[in-house]
């Protein structure tokens, strides 16, 4: 970010390194950032000229014709401008190439912004420290989420996790029995767990905070917003269907000592006893080696204690200690060891044979312990062959394709314990292969073993894009004779192919892999980092962080300014300096926070709020007058001076003076939702008006 005013001419030069669909897209991008007096200046480096052009006036939006040679060497990057470029993209297909091509790049211009394709995250992090200014990005790891949610259903449109909490953006209609929203003032769904992103109804042309402050919400409205998924009891049905690890919130701020009184009072209580005899039953239940083993050893006790007490009685001049360890070789077959040591002529007949079949029957229960053993192991040793999981009858997602993209797919479907199969054209040697069913062959012949027909969500994410639609339509059409809906999600690599299906399949989702990238890619070029994206009202939002510097667009704004003057949504704040009470971390932080230098901030963002955010061009707020009275009690208007300064963004001795002249007037530049805070912040303290000039 930059704080250049856009009524003076300024322009900045970027570099695209292959022009491949990703460099492509991330030209058309960039160009999106030029806006008044704000120019896009780029240019392109490729080793040949693209044979598939994804725009068809794609010449226009280059500076200069394409410069063909290797983006690695100095000569080449001089003429496409590196000494005065603001940042440089390298986003050829081969990570090499890439890496050096950007350690090129930093030794000609210490200064530029380098934003690599690279999924080598140890490498990245390397470069990133060494190097400065470096953005390292993987094209299949920030669409892959857009594909997971996508299986999800239920409303999910992002799912991505900053810190240790998980974040979870939902679209929903309100139903007559949802007291969550029904009847409540949009302002107010404003919490500390989930906030309102959008009310797309009400003005579909801007992507986030449609809404006036008086809006309410009714009963059909389209509502989407987002929510913690550890705390905000709307994802409980989550946690029953195992989709997360549900963890209790009483086992928060309990001393040592309690925690010890607690388990001695669960370990002596009988419930305690009782609940671990019932689960030994069941383990024993369980197996029917487990049967068998416990009754050998019954069995071997009571042999034992037989044989003693046989022995010590019958055989003249014999110790406890000793007839108990005669039994005990008995048992383990050693019957020729024991009466090979003993006269034969002091110890009975009837006692040999009694010995003898001692050992016969504990040989027995040993062979059979030994062979339950011996079978374990190999039946372990060869189960891979032979194994196969139980595959899910009806609500399951069926991920078509297993190259990079599907695997990191599988990655975050099974991290969040949702029931899916696998179907790839060839097999894999990885963690999933024994966890997940998983079929492989002639994908079109082995999607009819998935139970095709009641599957919740089909992802066709292969690298044949015909392939994908293929078996996107078969699925449609199977699920179509059960009278089933299925969610579809495929895999293009065509932006116009990707329009095409959202009229012949408008119910399924279309994903260009690179075009959504590209949006990433372009967004860090300024100097950001995005650490995931998703697909709202047919456009791509970004979750992008922010560090707060000296001359930044945002600093000294409030996050309510922020929000309403760029049209985004601050999700996550986390303070350079600590607040009063030692806090710096704040997720939905509160609209009255102030930006400082060294802050860092995420928020939702599509490129349009991007470039608002680079340009520093808010939206005009309107011009109010606030006319208050003195109060009742005068020790309030400290209190009350703070709230104005805080909500309106005004000086805080300004807000003090004013407060000291009662009754007065003062005009206020402040958003419509801003305006309605202040006056309902203020009127519990003192006598107000508030209205637009």
Same mark, same amino acid.
């Not at 029904?182 to 992103?197: C, F, I, P």
């Not at 394709?401 to 040697?429: C, M, T, W, Y």
């Given at each position: 970010?930059?704080?250049?005013?856009?009524?003076?001419?300024?322009?900045?030069?970027?570099?695209?390194?292959?022009?491949?669909?990703?460099?492509?897209?991330?030209?058309?991008?960039?160009?999106?950032?030029?806006?008044?007096?704000?120019?896009?200046?780029?240019?392109?480096?490729?080793?040949?000229?693209?044979?598939?052009?994804?725009?068809?006036?794609?010449?226009?939006?280059?500076?200069?014709?394409?410069?063909?040679?290797?983006?690695?060497?100095?000569?080449?990057?001089?003429?496409?401008?590196?000494?005065?470029?603001?940042?440089?993209?390298?986003?050829?297909?081969?990570?090499?190439?890439?890496?050096?091509?950007?350690?090129?790049?930093?030794?000609?211009?210490?200064?530029?912004?380098?934003?690599?394709?690279?999924?080598?995250?140890?490498?990245?992090?390397?470069?990133?420290?060494?190097?400065?200014?470096?953005?390292?990005?993987?094209?299949?790891?920030?669409?892959?989420?857009?594909?997971?949610?996508?299986?999800?259903?239920?409303?999910?449109?992002?799912?991505?996790?900053?810190?240790?909490?998980?974040?979870?953006?939902? /679209?929903? =209609? $309100? #139903? *007559?029995?949802?007291?969550?929203?029904?009847?409540?003032?949009?302002?107010? &769904?404003? @919490?500390?767990? +989930?906030?309102?992103?959008?009310?797309?109804?009400?003005?579909?042309?801007?992507?986030?905070?449609?809404?006036?402050?008086?809006?309410?919400?009714?009963?059909?409205?389209?509502?989407?917003?987002?929510?913690?998924?550890?705390?905000?009891?709307?994802?409980?049905?989550?946690?029953?269907?195992?989709?997360?690890? /549900?963890? =209790? $919130? #009483? *086992?928060?701020?309990?001393?040592?000592?309690?925690?010890?009184?607690?388990? &001695?009072? @669960?370990?002596? +209580?009988?419930?305690?006893?009782?609940?671990?005899?019932?689960?030994?039953?069941?383990?024993?239940?369980?197996?029917?080696?487990?049967?068998?083993?416990?009754?050998?050893?019954?069995?071997?006790?009571?042999?034992?204690?037989?044989?003693?007490?046989?022995?010590?009685?019958?055989?003249?001049?014999?110790?406890?200690?000793?007839?108990?360890?005669?039994?005990?070789?008995?048992?383990?077959?050693?019957?020729?060891?024991?009466?090979?040591?003993?006269?034969?002529?002091?110890?009975?007949?009837?006692?040999?044979?009694?010995?003898?079949?001692?050992?016969?029957?504990?040989?027995?229960?040993?062979?059979?312990?030994?062979?339950?053993?011996?079978?374990?192991?190999?039946?372990?040793?060869?189960?891979?062959?032979?194994?196969?999981?139980?595959?899910?009858?009806?609500?399951?997602?069926?991920?078509?394709?297993?190259?990079?993209?599907?695997?990191?797919?599988?990655?975050?479907?099974?991290?969040?314990?949702?029931?899916?199969?696998?179907?790839?054209?060839?097999?894999?040697?990885?963690?999933?292969?024994?966890?997940?069913?998983?079929?492989?062959?002639?994908?079109?012949?082995?999607?009819?073993?998935?139970?095709?027909?009641?599957?919740?969500?089909?992802?066709?994410?292969?690298?044949?894009?015909?392939?994908?639609?293929?078996?996107?339509?078969?699925?449609?059409?199977?699920?179509?004779?059960?009278?089933?809906?299925?969610?579809?999600?495929?895999?293009?690599?065509?932006?116009?192919?990707?329009?095409?299906?959202?009229?012949?399949?408008?119910?399924?989702?279309?994903?260009?892999?690179?075009?959504?990238?590209?949006?990433?890619?372009?967004?860090?070029?300024?100097?950001?980092?995005?650490?995931?994206?998703?697909?709202?009202?047919?456009?791509?939002?970004?979750?992008?962080?922010?560090?707060?510097?000296?001359?930044?667009?945002?600093?000294?704004?409030?996050?309510?300014?922020?929000?309403?003057?760029?049209?985004?949504?601050?999700?996550?704040?986390?303070?350079?300096?600590?607040?009063?009470?030692?806090?710096?971390?704040?997720?939905?932080?509160?609209?009255?926070?102030?930006?400082?230098?060294?802050?860092?901030?995420?928020?939702?963002?599509?490129?349009?709020?991007?470039?608002?955010?680079?340009?520093?061009?808010?939206?005009?707020?309107?011009?109010?007058?606030?006319?208050?009275?003195?109060?009742?009690?005068?020790?309030?208007?400290?209190?009350?001076?703070?709230?104005?300064?805080?909500?309106?963004?005004?000086?805080?001795?300004?807000?003090?003076?004013?407060?000291?002249?009662?009754?007065?007037?003062?005009?206020?530049?402040?958003?419509?939702?801003?305006?309605?805070?202040?006056?309902?912040?203020?009127?519990?303290?003192?006598?107000?008006?508030?209205?637009?000039?």
């Amino acid at each position: 970010m930059n704080s250049n005013s856009v009524t003076s001419p300024v322009r900045d030069r970027f570099i695209v390194c292959g022009l491949g669909s990703l460099g492509q897209h991330s030209v058309f991008n960039l160009k999106k950032f030029a806006y008044g007096e704000y120019e896009v200046k780029i240019s392109a480096i490729d080793k040949a000229s693209p044979e598939i052009m994804e725009f068809d006036d794609f010449s226009n939006l280059l500076d200069q014709p394409i410069i063909i040679g290797d983006c690695r060497r100095s000569e080449i990057l001089i003429e496409a401008g590196i000494l005065d470029c603001r940042a440089i993209l390298l986003v050829t297909s081969n990570e090499n190439i890439n890496i050096e091509a950007a350690i090129s790049a930093r030794r000609l211009n210490p200064e530029v912004n380098i934003v690599v394709r690279s999924s080598r995250q140890n490498l990245n992090q390397l470069l990133k420290e060494q190097l400065g200014n470096f953005v390292a990005l993987d094209p299949v790891e920030l669409p892959a989420a857009s594909f997971a949610v996508a299986g999800l259903g239920e409303g999910t449109l992002g799912l991505f996790q900053i810190g240790d909490r998980k974040l979870r953006v939902v /679209e929903a =209609s $309100v #139903h *007559q029995d949802d007291y969550r929203f029904l009847r409540t003032s949009a302002y107010l &769904l404003h @919490k500390k767990h +989930s906030r309102l992103l959008s009310l797309p109804e009400i003005n579909p042309d801007r992507l986030f905070l449609q809404w006036q402050a008086d809006t309410q919400i009714q009963i059909g409205d389209k509502i989407v917003y987002i929510e913690s998924v550890e705390n905000d009891f709307a994802t409980r049905k989550f946690y029953r269907q195992g989709y997360y690890d /549900e963890v =209790s $919130v #009483h *086992q928060v701020n309990i001393s040592p000592r309690t925690k010890i009184r607690q388990q &001695l009072r @669960k370990v002596t +209580s009988s419930k305690f006893w009782q609940s671990k005899w019932h689960q030994t039953i069941a383990w024993f239940r369980a197996a029917q080696s487990r049967r068998l083993a416990f009754f050998g050893a019954i069995t071997a006790m009571i042999l034992m204690v037989i044989s003693s007490i046989v022995m010590y009685i019958n055989v003249p001049n014999i110790s406890l200690q000793k007839a108990i360890s005669i039994s005990m070789i008995l048992l383990l077959g050693g019957y020729g060891d024991v009466f090979g040591g003993l006269q034969e002529d002091s110890v009975p007949a009837w006692v040999t044979a009694f010995c003898l079949s001692i050992t016969l029957i504990s040989l027995m229960f040993l062979l059979g312990v030994v062979g339950l053993i011996a079978d374990s192991i190999l039946s372990s040793k060869f189960e891979f062959f032979k194994r196969t999981l139980p595959l899910p009858k009806r609500d399951h997602i069926i991920l078509i394709g297993f190259g990079r993209l599907g695997q990191r797919i599988a990655d975050l479907l099974f991290k969040l314990k949702l029931p899916f199969v696998i179907v790839s054209e060839n097999p894999h040697d990885c963690d999933l292969a024994d966890k997940v069913p998983w079929f492989t062959g002639n994908i079109i012949e082995e999607l009819s073993k998935t139970n095709l027909s009641s599957a919740k969500s089909i992802l066709s994410v292969t690298d044949d894009q015909m392939l994908n639609l293929e078996a996107a339509l078969l699925a449609r059409d199977a699920s179509h004779k059960v009278n089933r809906q299925v969610n579809l999600a495929i895999r293009t690599y065509d932006r116009y192919f990707s329009e095409n299906l959202a009229e012949l399949l408008p119910n399924s989702q279309s994903f260009c892999a690179y075009a959504l990238s590209a949006e990433a890619f372009a967004g860090a070029a300024f100097g950001e980092n995005m650490l995931s994206l998703f697909r709202l009202n047919q456009r791509t939002v970004l979750v992008a962080e922010y560090t707060i510097t000296r001359n930044d667009t945002l600093v000294d704004k409030n996050l309510s300014q922020i929000a309403y003057g760029y049209t985004v949504v601050p999700i996550y704040l986390k303070k350079y300096s600590p607040k009063a009470d030692g806090h710096t971390d704040f997720y939905m932080p509160s609209d009255d926070e102030v930006m400082k230098v060294g802050d860092r901030l995420i928020l939702l963002a599509s490129i349009s709020g991007l470039r608002r955010i680079e340009l520093g061009n808010l939206h005009l707020p309107k011009r109010w007058q606030l006319r208050a009275k003195p109060p009742l009690n005068s020790r309030v208007l400290l209190d009350a001076g703070n709230k104005l300064k805080n909500i309106s963004g005004c000086d805080l001795e300004l807000a003090r003076r004013f407060m000291e002249s009662l009754p007065a007037a003062i005009e206020l530049p402040m958003y419509d939702i801003q305006a309605y805070r202040l006056g309902q912040a203020l009127i519990r303290l003192l006598p107000i008006k508030i209205y637009p000039l």
